[in-house]
């Protein structure tokens, strides 16, 4: 399977604190994405890395990319219970023209 | 505000049933797609086209087939809906070139 696979599963933390979530993938890729998903609802594009760049920030978002190790890991600092979703992250690789989705990591932000 | 629609939020069908699964967006993209997401096993790939009345099979094609008639039109349908095909279904597009995807806000299908 080309699927990433976020760890951990499930991630409780309170609000304010930082949240991090990993990702690894298996094949070559162009760019690596992230993704957020609220209950019952469609993905909602976050963040987009490409192969060539080892860190990218969006607002309270941060995203880093290790080619070598074949992994991606999310930050999102001060968090809020309005982040409270599910998070995935998707490789779009070098042989293929749609993204792979991992599993996902269900993030809850305690008020 | 652009978007990619889909028809129904949640269905019903029953078993042996044809189903039409629509989805419209209204960005001018080119490829799109259909997933399936079920717990535990993330989204995986039903079918994309990368261009009108063009279709690829993705990772689990088999039960469905699609139709892209226009560009802002892919349908999927069930040719025969079961009651493993119970999924919540994604339709999503994106652009030429390796960009983001634009996601619809989900059909909740379950086969009775």
């Known amino acids: 399977s080309q699927q990433g696979e976020e760890d951990p599963q499930a991630l409780s933390i309170q609000e304010g604190e930082n949240a991090t979530m990993n990702c690894s993938y298996k094949t070559s890729i162009n760019n690596l994405q992230w993704y957020r998903q609220n209950s019952g609802r469609g993905l909602v594009h976050l963040i987009l890395i490409r192969s060539n760049e080892r860190e990218k920030h969006s607002g309270r978002l941060r995203v880093t990319l290790d080619t070598s190790k074949k992994s991606s890991s999310l930050l999102i600092t001060a968090s809020r219970a309005a982040d409270t979703a599910s998070y995935f992250c998707?490789?779009?690789?070098?042989?293929?023209?749609?993204?792979?989705f991992g599993t996902g990591t269900r993030l809850t932000v305690i008020p | 505000d652009v978007k990619v629609t889909q028809s129904s939020r949640y269905l019903v069908k029953r078993t042996g049933e044809k189903v039409f699964l629509e989805c419209v967006q209204d960005m001018d993209h080119e490829n799109m797609f259909w997933y399936r997401q079920d717990p535990g096993l993330g989204l995986r790939l039903i079918y994309f086209s990368y261009d009108v009345k063009m279709k690829e099979k993705g990772d689990i094609p088999e039960g469905y087939s699609v139709s892209r008639e226009k560009k802002e039109r892919f349908s999927l349908i069930l040719e025969s809906a079961s009651t493993n095909q119970t999924s919540m279904y994604l339709c999503a597009s994106r652009t030429t070139g390796r960009s983001g995807y634009t996601f619809g806000s989900g059909t909740r299908l379950t086969v009775v």
């Open positions: 998707a490789t779009d690789g070098t042989g293929a023209n749609n993204l792979f």
